[in-house]
């Protein structure tokens, strides 16, 4: 989309803000970026120095829990002590300020809880939560302390495996989440998908549902994605430079 102003794009998505309008942000780890958290793919992307299978895959967690847990614990104090961004905040005080007849949601593929700790309060994890944690024998939910006391961290009531309630590679995404991330998709008024690169099913195909219904589509990604072509907004720049000003014209123009 060659010279779009933010101008324009907030003007056309305060437009599509009428009552009963449904708002979903769709977030990848690039929104958590300026938090100090890697995104997963790119130059210093996790997956760049990792092979998901041997850390982050179901195979991975059964056949060899303890390097399994050995690297999330390299992740988990980064996740654990990241203080939301610009990004994160707008999404929280849209649902706080916009009308009460507008919904408003944040479908996310993290599992860093930033959009909660931001103060979104409508969050749907496709992904999971790497802060909390199941015994995989009895299905108690303990806490871990970082780091943990052994590897991998074992059940005090059962001494089963303890895993992080994270969709690993080669599992399904949790049914709920999924389906209200699809419902929502399919009757979203505006989509903002920020941050994410768009090549992991099946979250990568829910701007397609929301294009395919009729939502305005925009996309904030400093590099273009396989949305890019299909968007009707793509704004190439970081979460926290495009966010915050998109949304202080779009709050302008809904109070005016
Ligand atoms: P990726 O690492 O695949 O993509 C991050 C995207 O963020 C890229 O398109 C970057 O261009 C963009 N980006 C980088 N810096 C940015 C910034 N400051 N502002 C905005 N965008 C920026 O991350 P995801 O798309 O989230 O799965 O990855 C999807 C899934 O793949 C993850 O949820 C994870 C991973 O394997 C699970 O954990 C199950």
């Known amino acids: 989309m060659a010279n779009v102003t933010l101008e324009e794009v907030a003007t056309t998505i305060a437009e599509r803000i009428g009552y009963g309008a449904t708002v979903v942000g769709f977030t990848g780890a690039g929104v958590s970026k ?17 092979n998901v299978e041997d850390v982050a895959s179901a195979d991975a967690l059964r056949r060899n829990p303890e390097q399994f847990w050995r690297f999330h614990d390299t992740l988990r104090p980064v996740l654990a002590t990241a203080i939301p961004n610009s990004a994160h905040f ?42 909390a944690y199941t015994c995989m024998k009895c ?15 074992r059940c005090e009531l059962c001494d089963g495996v303890i895993r992080p309630d994270v969709v690993l590679f080669r599992e ?3 049914p709920e989440a ?3 991330a ?8 505006v989509l903002l998908v920020v941050g994410t ?7 990568a195909s829910l701007p397609y549902l929301a294009l395919h219904a009729g939502a305005l589509v925009v996309e904030i990604n400093p590099t273009p994605t396989p949305l890019t072509g299909y968007v009707h907004y ?11 000003p998109l949304w202080e014209r779009i709050e302008e123009k809904l109070n005016s």
């Open 182 to 189: 699809q419902d929502l998709c399919s009757r979203a008024d």
């Open 172 to 174: 399904v995404l949790p």
């Open 90 to 131: 707008v999404f929280a005080e849209m649902e706080e300020r916009v009308s009460e007849d507008v919904e408003v949601a944040v479908v996310t593929q993290n599992i860093d809880r930033l959009h909660q700790r931001a103060g979104s309060r409508r969050v749907i994890e496709l992904h999971g939560d790497a802060l």
């Open 197 to 203: 690169s768009g090549l992991v099913e099946p979250a």
């Open 234 to 244: 793509s704004i190439q720049a970081t979460a926290t430079a495009a966010l915050p």
């Open 34 to 50: 300026a938090s100090g958290i890697p995104t997963f793919r790119g130059a210093e992307g996790i997956w760049e120095r990792r």
């Open 139 to 153: 299905g108690d939910k303990p806490d871990v302390p970082i780091p943990a006391p052994m590897y991998p961290p």
């Open 178 to 180: 999924l389906s209200e």
